[in-house]
T-cell receptor
Framework: DVKVTQSSRYLVKRTGEKVFLECVQD?????MFWYRQDPGLGLRLIYF???????EKGDIPEGYSVSREKKERFSLILESASTNQTSMYLC?????????????????FGPGTRLTVL | EDQVTQSPEALRLQEGESSSLNCSYT??????LFWYRQDPGKGPEFLFT?????EEKEKERLKATLTKKESFLHITAPKPEDSATYLC????????????WGAGTKLIIKP
């Protein structure tokens, strides 16, 4: 079974702090994603990475950065946390299979990190 | 513009009362349509991938079907443990790995 783990289930930080959210997957997936999920807004993509050291902006990258130094690990960084970044953060991974023939495009999610910024 | 709309927003059923959830999509060439289940406070759990119209997949009390414009998630004789939010997502042919997500249907099964 695919397993995606996230470093914390719950996190409380203060405005202006630098926050690191870590995600690790154990299935040798090429692609990794960071989403945030807010009531009424659904899942929104922050950043994704299709290879080590490669990254692309998603729909809402402002205020965030990412790092992927190893294939299995993808980190989300809030350089200076703000109260509007209070949210549920979800990490996901998927195989690289552009044509979907072998079902490689499904994303598998971690348990989520509930971040509160005070 | 690629778009996914799920209906209804919420659905309350009695245990054993079968029903269907709808996912309508607009995408420039479908690469795949995905169904997920999400329990409160947890990450989405992958259920099914559908690739072409006419395709069907089943898992326990759930059956997903696909047409050229929509997908249905049929729930047969549901149990209280089937209560969750069900999410639908699509990937278009010109998508660089990204999925377009629906807002979800919150399903409540009363015993």
């Amino acid at each position: 079974d695919v397993k995606v783990t996230q470093s914390s289930r719950y996190l409380v930080k203060r405005t202006g702090e630098k926050v690191f959210l870590e995600c690790v997957q154990d299935m040798d997936h090429e692609n990794m994603f960071w989403y945030r999920q807010d009531p009424g807004l659904g899942l929104r993509l922050i950043y994704f990475s299709y290879d080590v050291k490669m990254k692309e902006k998603g729909d809402i990258p402002e205020g965030y950065s990412v790092s992927r130094e190893k294939k299995e690990r993808f980190s989300l960084i809030l350089e200076s946390a703000s109260t509007n970044q209070t949210s549920m953060y979800l990490c996901a991974s998927s195989l690289e299979d552009l044509w979907g023939g072998s079902g490689g495009n499904e994303q598998f999610f971690g348990p989520g990190t509930r971040l509160t910024v005070l | 513009e690629d778009q996914v709309t799920q209906s209804p927003e919420a659905l309350r059923l009695q245990e054993g009362e079968s029903s269907s959830l709808n996912c309508s999509y607009t995408v420039s060439g479908l690469r795949g349509l995905f169904w997920y289940r999400q329990d409160p406070g947890k990450g989405p759990e992958f259920l099914f991938t559908l690739y072409s119209a006419g395709e069907e997949k089943e898992k326990e009390r759930l059956k997903a079907t696909l047409t050229k414009k929509e997908s249905f998630l049929h729930i047969t004789a549901p149990k209280p443990e089937d209560s969750a939010t069900y999410l639908c997502a699509v990937q278009g042919m010109d998508s660089n790995y990204q999925l377009i997500w629906g807002a979800g249907t919150k399903l409540i099964i009363k015993p």
